[in-house]
């Protein structure tokens, strides 16, 4: 069974930078079938994804937040992490990071297509920005 | 980026009845949307891909249907475990954009 452990401080201060790690046990990131994504809810609100990592260490992020964010892969511990820079309040959420199942394939009589789901989830950290 | 919205916002309905959620996309995206459960307090969870696909093990009274702009989520039987926040997500075009969420509660 796969499972994905979100880790880092709870507490930033303003201006300062997020750093959260995800653990996943019970599958591997080296794993071509799946990307590695971050998603964040705000209190209260929505669902965003932030981005997501392949295990070659190519990434896409969401343009929102692209000037500020950085995901990067440790195929060797197994881990993937987000850096997210000068935060403000509005970063206050619950962090999660999930795995993407993606695939490509071509249904008969139509034209080529890629799925992508988020299969499996962390449980989710919150990480508070205050001084 | 394409703009996700879902309706109602909130319901309530009483234990074994039917209920629908509906989800439109701003533009074509033909069925490249999953749907997600949210218990308060936990990770979402998927429940549909591809528009209408029953993820293993969940059970069968969950269904999706729709293709283009317009998606409907529907429980044909409600029952009590079901109360969480459902999301709808499309995947046609990054971003990926999730709808604001549809509560549902027990009358």
């Known amino acids: 069974q796969v499972q994905l452990q979100e880790s880092g401080p709870g507490l930033v201060k303003p201006s300062e930078t997020l750093s959260l790690t995800c653990t996943v046990s019970g599958g591997s990131v080296s794993s071509g079938s799946y990307y590695w994504s971050w998603i964040r809810q705000p209190p209260g609100k929505g669902l965003e994804w932030i981005g997501y990592?392949?295990?070659?260490?190519?990434?896409t992020y969401n343009p929102s937040l692209k000037s500020r964010v950085t995901i990067s892969v440790d195929t060797s511990k197994n881990q993937f992490s987000l850096k997210l820079s000068s935060v403000t309040a509005a970063d206050t959420a619950v962090y999660y990071c999930?795995?993407?199942?993606?695939?490509?394939?071509?249904?008969?009589?139509?034209?080529?297509?890629?799925?992508?789901?988020?299969?499996?989830w962390g449980q989710g950290t919150l990480v508070t920005v205050s001084s | 980026d394409i703009q996700m919205t879902q309706s109602p916002s909130s319901l309530s309905a009483s234990v074994g009845d039917r209920v629908t959620i509906t989800c439109q996309a701003s533009q074509d995206i033909s069925n490249y949307l999953n749907w997600y459960q949210q218990k308060p307090g936990k990770a979402p969870k998927l429940l549909i891909y591809d528009g209408s696909n029953l993820e293993t093990g969940v059970p069968s009274r969950f269904s999706g249907s729709g293709s283009g702009t317009d998606f409907t989520f529907t429980i044909s039987s409600l029952q009590p475990e079901d109360i969480a926040t459902y999301y709808c997500?499309?995947?046609?075009?990054?971003?990926?954009?999730f709808g604001p969420g549809t509560r549902v509660d027990i009358k």
């Open positions: 990592i392949y295990y070659s260490g190519s990434t």
């Open positions: 997500q499309q995947y046609d075009n990054l971003p990926f954009t």
């Open positions: 999930a795995r993407v199942y993606w695939s490509a394939y071509t249904p008969r009589g139509s034209r080529p297509r890629t799925s992508y789901y988020f299969d499996y």
